[in-house]
């Protein structure tokens, strides 16, 4: 029998994350071990506080975005131990017609997302990170908070060489999501884009609208972060509060009389509202943020038909984009950027600070490093 243990965040009760030890991981062919480096937090500051979990998340399973060095494969596998990656989420079918035309695998028909109201079981649904524990008969590993992470082969990427964790690690859900979204909105240099509500999400729309060579209008009023903007170059802050706000649009979009696109990252109706005005007749409008599964009203004449705006949404990497994200993840402008919106690093034993921080709002991206 190994003595090794797999070291594992949880959030046990609201308010507390602690380590514990759980056994070594077991593996199956089709995925590798990885010792992950950085595990970057994304939901998991707000799970801290509210204890409400999503269909994919438990109190010992956490953590979803993450780089790291692979240190076990199964025969027939086409990685190496030593090899460093960056892991995607999810464990989709690779057979559906999602996953078979390159699109994103949190949207795979593997994941009964219309069936979760009829008692269908997280743990039962292989294609998301719950499955990938039973998949793999393990009492460990399904997840990036923790110190060994069973990952599939699919759902892995290979780092090129000069290309550090740190910046690799922003291909998650920071620069990762947002790049696909940037995609489905075909943003140009000849957009102008509205970020709205800002967090990281939001950070990483801004780097990648101004990747593509777009004009970026932050709307947000949080004034560390509006500084973090202001650093990832962004020209025209507008706070959604001023009477003006939208003759301030105006001014910078001219005769088209509103912005091309906006990416809405709060889910918030105030924010909402404020996007659907802010673009143009045939403007683009996405959704990246979400509060609960709560409603939005919007009028299908005056918001939608008569302006003929289109709104669309979506939280993941499609598999198409990768190869494009990790260009761009090499471009010396983007990991400038990358420095700035990652304003934390924490040892993954101190991620109850981590959190605590992460809800001050007081911050960009945070990484915790579970190996610490
Ligand atoms: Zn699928
Ligand atoms: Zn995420």
């Known amino acids: 029998m190994s003595e090794r243990t797999n070291t594992v965040l949880t959030i046990p009760e609201p308010n507390v994350a602690r380590t514990i030890e759980k056994p070594y991981p077991n593996v199956v062919e089709g995925f590798v071990v990885v010792e992950t480096a950085i595990a970057p937090v994304c939901n998991e500051a707000r799970i801290f506080r509210e204890h409400q979990f999503e269909w994919h998340d438990s109190p010992e ?71 990938i524990e039973k998949v793999n008969a393990s009492e460990s590993g399904g997840f990036a908070m923790a110190r060994y992470r069973l990952a599939p082969e699919h759902m892995i990427m290979k780092l090129p060489d000069g290309l550090s964790f740190e910046h690799a690690a922003a291909g998650n859900c920071t620069l990762g999501c947002t790049y696909t979204s940037a995609e ?142 990790l260009r761009m993840l090499q471009d010396a402008e983007v990991q400038r950027q990358i420095d700035v919106l990652t304003t934390h690093s924490f040892p993954m034993s101190e991620a109850q600070e981590a959190f605590e921080i992460g809800l001050s709002k007081e911050c960009g991206k945070i990484y915790l490093r579970p190996g610490e």
């Open 61 to 131: 399973h956490l953590g979803h975005e993450g780089v790291g060095t692979i240190v076990e494969t199964r025969p027939g596998s086409r990685f190496e131990v030593g090899d460093r990656v960056i892991v995607f989420q999810g464990n989709s079918c690779q057979e559906c017609f999602v996953c078979t035309t390159g699109l994103s695998p949190t949207h795979c028909l593997g994941i009964p997302y219309e069936g979760f109201d009829d008692g269908m079981a997280p743990q039962d649904v292989t294609a998301g990170l719950l499955g």
């Open 184 to 325: 489905e909105l075909a943003v140009t240099a000849n957009d102008v884009v509205i970020v709205a509500g800002i967090g990281f999400i939001g950070m990483g729309a801004i780097v990648n609208a101004l990747y593509r060579g777009a004009t970026v209008v932050v709307l947000g009023r949080n004034e560390y972060r509006m500084n973090l903007c202001r650093e990832l170059g962004v020209e025209h802050i507008i706070d959604p509060d001023a009477p003006d706000w939208l003759a301030q649009i105006h001014a910078i979009t001219g005769p088209r009389r509103g912005a091309d696109a906006a990416f809405e990252c709060s889910g918030a109706p105030y924010y909402l509202d404020k996007v659907f005005a802010g673009v143009r007749r045939y403007g683009r409008v996405y959704s990246m943020g979400f509060l609960g599964s709560g409603a939005y009203e919007v009028s299908i004449l005056n918001d939608i038909m008569d302006r003929h705006v289109s709104w669309t949404g979506g939280h993941d990497v499609r598999f198409r984009d990768r190869d494009g994200l």
